[in-house]
Protein backbone atom coordinates (compact mmCIF):
# COMPACT_ATOMS: atom_id res chain seq x y z
CA UNK A 1 0.00 0.00 0.00
CA UNK A 2 1.29 3.32 -0.33
CA UNK A 3 1.52 6.19 2.25
CA UNK A 4 -1.28 7.96 0.56
CA UNK A 5 -3.96 5.21 0.61
CA UNK A 6 -2.75 3.65 4.34
CA UNK A 7 -3.47 7.11 5.86
CA UNK A 8 -6.66 7.78 3.51
CA UNK A 9 -8.26 4.31 4.88
CA UNK A 10 -6.70 5.07 8.57
CA UNK A 11 -8.83 8.24 8.63
CA UNK A 12 -11.94 6.19 7.45
CA UNK A 13 -11.92 3.84 9.92
CA UNK A 14 -10.99 5.83 12.86
CA UNK A 15 -14.07 8.25 11.59
CA UNK A 16 -16.12 5.23 11.71
CA UNK A 17 -15.67 4.33 14.97
CA UNK A 18 -16.50 7.02 16.58
CA UNK A 19 -19.13 7.75 14.55
CA UNK A 20 -20.51 4.52 15.76
CA UNK A 21 -19.92 5.25 19.40
CA UNK A 22 -21.82 8.06 18.83
CA UNK A 23 -24.74 7.27 16.84
CA UNK A 24 -25.72 3.35 16.68
CA UNK A 25 -27.31 2.42 13.64
CA UNK A 26 -26.72 5.94 11.63
CA UNK A 27 -24.96 5.46 8.20
CA UNK A 28 -21.66 4.44 8.23
CA UNK A 29 -18.84 6.51 6.81
CA UNK A 30 -17.46 4.80 3.19
CA UNK A 31 -14.02 4.36 2.26
CA UNK A 32 -13.64 6.69 -1.64
CA UNK A 33 -11.51 6.86 -4.38
CA UNK A 34 -10.72 3.98 -6.93
CA UNK A 35 -7.27 3.43 -5.47
CA UNK A 36 -9.03 2.44 -1.80
CA UNK A 37 -11.81 0.70 -3.63
CA UNK A 38 -9.15 -1.68 -5.53
CA UNK A 39 -7.06 -2.27 -2.12
CA UNK A 40 -9.37 -2.31 0.80
CA UNK A 41 -9.15 -3.95 3.51
CA UNK A 42 -10.84 -7.68 3.60
CA UNK A 43 -13.43 -9.19 6.21
CA UNK A 44 -14.15 -12.69 6.62
CA UNK A 45 -17.75 -13.26 7.85
CA UNK A 46 -18.27 -16.77 8.86
CA UNK A 47 -22.12 -17.79 9.68
CA UNK A 48 -21.27 -21.22 11.58
CA UNK A 49 -23.33 -24.57 10.73
CA UNK A 50 -26.02 -24.92 7.91
CA UNK A 51 -27.18 -27.39 5.42
CA UNK A 52 -28.19 -30.77 7.56
CA UNK A 53 -25.63 -29.35 10.45
CA UNK A 54 -28.56 -26.49 11.93
CA UNK A 55 -26.72 -26.33 14.96
CA UNK A 56 -28.79 -25.96 18.30
CA UNK A 57 -31.94 -25.18 18.38
CA UNK A 58 -33.91 -22.43 20.70
CA UNK A 59 -36.00 -24.03 23.83
CA UNK A 60 -39.06 -22.58 22.71
CA UNK A 61 -38.88 -22.06 19.06
CA UNK A 62 -37.07 -24.37 17.86
CA UNK A 63 -35.37 -22.23 15.51
CA UNK A 64 -32.14 -23.74 14.43
CA UNK A 65 -28.99 -21.66 15.26
CA UNK A 66 -27.83 -21.48 11.79
CA UNK A 67 -30.69 -19.38 10.34
CA UNK A 68 -30.00 -16.76 13.33
CA UNK A 69 -26.44 -16.99 12.43
CA UNK A 70 -26.68 -16.21 8.63
CA UNK A 71 -29.58 -13.56 9.40
CA UNK A 72 -26.92 -11.78 11.70
CA UNK A 73 -23.56 -12.32 9.12
CA UNK A 74 -25.75 -10.47 6.33
CA UNK A 75 -26.35 -7.51 8.96
CA UNK A 76 -22.85 -7.26 9.74
CA UNK A 77 -21.92 -7.66 6.13
CA UNK A 78 -23.98 -4.55 5.35
CA UNK A 79 -22.00 -2.44 8.33
CA UNK A 80 -18.99 -3.24 7.01
CA UNK A 81 -19.38 -2.95 3.04
CA UNK A 82 -21.15 0.45 4.36
CA UNK A 83 -17.58 1.23 5.89
CA UNK A 84 -15.99 0.37 2.80
CA UNK A 85 -14.74 -2.62 3.50
CA UNK A 86 -14.50 -5.68 0.94
CA UNK A 87 -16.75 -8.17 2.75
CA UNK A 88 -16.43 -11.95 1.84
CA UNK A 89 -19.18 -14.65 3.57
CA UNK A 90 -18.03 -18.23 4.21
CA UNK A 91 -21.78 -19.27 3.94
CA UNK A 92 -24.04 -17.00 1.95
CA UNK A 93 -27.54 -19.90 2.11
CA UNK A 94 -29.19 -22.21 4.56
CA UNK A 95 -27.01 -24.58 2.72
CA UNK A 96 -23.60 -26.25 4.17
CA UNK A 97 -20.28 -26.13 2.76
CA UNK A 98 -19.95 -29.70 2.63
CA UNK A 99 -21.58 -31.15 -1.06
CA UNK A 100 -23.60 -33.77 -0.19
CA UNK A 101 -24.50 -34.54 3.32
CA UNK A 102 -22.52 -37.92 3.20
CA UNK A 103 -19.50 -39.53 5.61
CA UNK A 104 -17.11 -36.64 6.45
CA UNK A 105 -19.45 -33.83 5.70
CA UNK A 106 -18.79 -31.80 8.70
CA UNK A 107 -14.73 -32.26 8.24
CA UNK A 108 -15.25 -31.28 4.21
CA UNK A 109 -17.53 -28.39 5.79
CA UNK A 110 -15.06 -26.89 7.76
CA UNK A 111 -12.02 -27.38 5.21
CA UNK A 112 -13.86 -25.53 3.06
CA UNK A 113 -14.24 -22.28 5.33
CA UNK A 114 -10.83 -22.43 5.97
CA UNK A 115 -9.85 -22.60 2.57
CA UNK A 116 -11.98 -19.57 1.91
CA UNK A 117 -10.33 -17.88 4.83
CA UNK A 118 -6.85 -18.17 3.54
CA UNK A 119 -7.44 -17.19 -0.32
CA UNK A 120 -8.84 -13.78 1.37
CA UNK A 121 -5.95 -12.36 3.50
CA UNK A 122 -8.51 -10.65 5.39
CA UNK A 123 -7.45 -8.17 8.06
CA UNK A 124 -10.03 -10.20 10.80
CA UNK A 125 -12.59 -13.33 10.64
CA UNK A 126 -15.25 -12.74 13.10
CA UNK A 127 -17.64 -16.83 13.24
CA UNK A 128 -20.97 -15.88 14.27
CA UNK A 129 -22.51 -18.66 16.74
CA UNK A 130 -25.26 -19.29 19.00
CA UNK A 131 -24.84 -20.98 22.36
CA UNK A 132 -26.40 -23.67 24.76
CA UNK A 133 -25.82 -25.05 27.75
CA UNK A 134 -27.61 -27.61 30.09
CA UNK A 135 -28.49 -24.66 32.67
CA UNK A 136 -30.92 -22.47 31.29
CA UNK A 137 -29.93 -19.81 33.60
CA UNK A 138 -27.38 -19.10 31.73
CA UNK A 139 -27.53 -16.22 29.10
CA UNK A 140 -25.29 -13.71 27.30
CA UNK A 141 -22.99 -12.76 24.51
CA UNK A 142 -18.91 -14.82 24.36
CA UNK A 143 -16.39 -14.13 22.39
CA UNK A 144 -13.53 -17.09 21.97
CA UNK A 145 -10.35 -15.75 20.65
CA UNK A 146 -7.40 -17.84 19.29
CA UNK A 147 -5.04 -18.95 21.82
CA UNK A 148 -1.34 -17.17 21.93
CA UNK A 149 -2.87 -14.98 19.49
CA UNK A 150 -2.19 -11.41 20.78
CA UNK A 151 -4.22 -10.11 17.85
CA UNK A 152 -6.91 -12.42 18.11
CA UNK A 153 -6.99 -11.47 21.70
CA UNK A 154 -7.38 -7.88 21.04
CA UNK A 155 -9.83 -8.35 18.14
CA UNK A 156 -12.39 -10.48 20.97
CA UNK A 157 -11.60 -8.19 23.92
CA UNK A 158 -12.84 -5.19 21.81
CA UNK A 159 -15.82 -7.03 20.66
CA UNK A 160 -16.56 -8.40 24.28
CA UNK A 161 -16.13 -5.18 25.40
CA UNK A 162 -18.90 -3.57 23.43
CA UNK A 163 -21.28 -6.80 23.63
CA UNK A 164 -20.90 -6.01 27.73
CA UNK A 165 -21.73 -2.14 26.88
CA UNK A 166 -25.18 -3.13 25.08
CA UNK A 167 -28.19 -2.57 27.34
CA UNK A 168 -29.98 -5.65 27.18
CA UNK A 169 -26.49 -7.56 28.89
CA UNK A 170 -27.32 -9.11 32.14
CA UNK A 171 -23.31 -9.93 32.98
CA UNK A 172 -20.35 -8.51 31.96
CA UNK A 173 -18.10 -11.28 30.21
CA UNK A 174 -14.57 -11.37 29.18
CA UNK A 175 -13.43 -12.95 26.24
CA UNK A 176 -11.84 -16.36 26.31
CA UNK A 177 -9.36 -18.74 25.06
CA UNK A 178 -11.33 -21.35 22.00
CA UNK A 179 -9.52 -24.37 21.06
CA UNK A 180 -11.37 -24.19 17.53
CA UNK A 181 -10.98 -25.13 14.11
CA UNK A 182 -12.23 -22.30 12.36
CA UNK A 183 -9.77 -20.24 14.93
CA UNK A 184 -6.82 -22.65 14.32
CA UNK A 185 -6.97 -22.95 10.42
CA UNK A 186 -5.63 -19.42 9.60
CA UNK A 187 -2.70 -16.96 11.10
CA UNK A 188 -5.31 -13.91 10.83
CA UNK A 189 -6.98 -12.26 13.65
CA UNK A 190 -10.01 -14.38 14.16
CA UNK A 191 -12.80 -14.74 17.09
CA UNK A 192 -15.74 -16.83 17.41
CA UNK A 193 -19.08 -14.50 19.01
CA UNK A 194 -21.85 -16.49 20.61
CA UNK A 195 -24.22 -13.86 19.85
CA UNK A 196 -26.68 -15.64 23.19
CA UNK A 197 -27.90 -18.99 25.08
CA UNK A 198 -30.74 -20.61 22.79
CA UNK A 199 -31.07 -22.79 26.15
CA UNK A 200 -32.47 -19.08 27.85
CA UNK A 201 -35.82 -18.25 26.98
CA UNK A 202 -34.74 -14.57 27.71
CA UNK A 203 -31.79 -14.46 25.09
CA UNK A 204 -33.95 -16.80 22.53
CA UNK A 205 -36.78 -13.91 22.70
CA UNK A 206 -34.18 -11.19 21.89
CA UNK A 207 -32.41 -13.01 19.43
CA UNK A 208 -35.23 -13.93 17.16
CA UNK A 209 -36.14 -10.40 17.02
CA UNK A 210 -34.88 -8.12 13.92
CA UNK A 211 -34.02 -5.45 15.94
CA UNK A 212 -32.06 -7.05 18.58
CA UNK A 213 -30.19 -8.88 15.87
CA UNK A 214 -29.26 -5.33 14.91
CA UNK A 215 -28.13 -4.36 18.19
CA UNK A 216 -25.82 -7.22 18.09
CA UNK A 217 -24.27 -6.42 14.72
CA UNK A 218 -23.64 -3.33 15.85
CA UNK A 219 -21.92 -4.07 18.60
CA UNK A 220 -19.70 -6.58 17.06
CA UNK A 221 -18.94 -4.01 14.31
CA UNK A 222 -17.92 -1.20 16.48
CA UNK A 223 -15.67 -3.50 18.59
CA UNK A 224 -13.93 -4.79 15.21
CA UNK A 225 -13.60 -1.03 13.83
CA UNK A 226 -11.96 -0.27 17.06
CA UNK A 227 -9.58 -2.93 16.81
CA UNK A 228 -9.20 -1.99 12.74
CA UNK A 229 -8.47 1.64 13.97
CA UNK A 230 -5.53 0.07 16.57
CA UNK A 231 -2.22 -0.29 16.71
CA UNK A 232 -2.67 -3.81 17.66
CA UNK A 233 -4.38 -4.59 13.87
CA UNK A 234 -0.99 -3.96 12.11
CA UNK A 235 -2.88 -2.95 9.02
CA UNK A 236 -1.19 -0.11 8.27
CA UNK A 237 2.50 -0.94 8.68
Do not use: W
Not at 6 to 13: A, Q, S
Amino acid sequence: MGFLYRHRVLFGIVSLAAAVVLTVGVCLFALSGTAAEAQRLTVVLDAGHGGVDGGVVGIESGKKESEINLAIVFLLQKRFEDAGFRVVLTRKTEAGLYGTATAGYKKRDMKKRAEIINANHPALVISIHQNFFSSRSRRGAQVFFRMQSPQSISLATRIQTSLNEMPECVKQSQALAGDYYILNCNAYPAVIVECGFLSNAEDEKLLLQEDYRKKISDAVAKGALSFLSSPAAGVFR
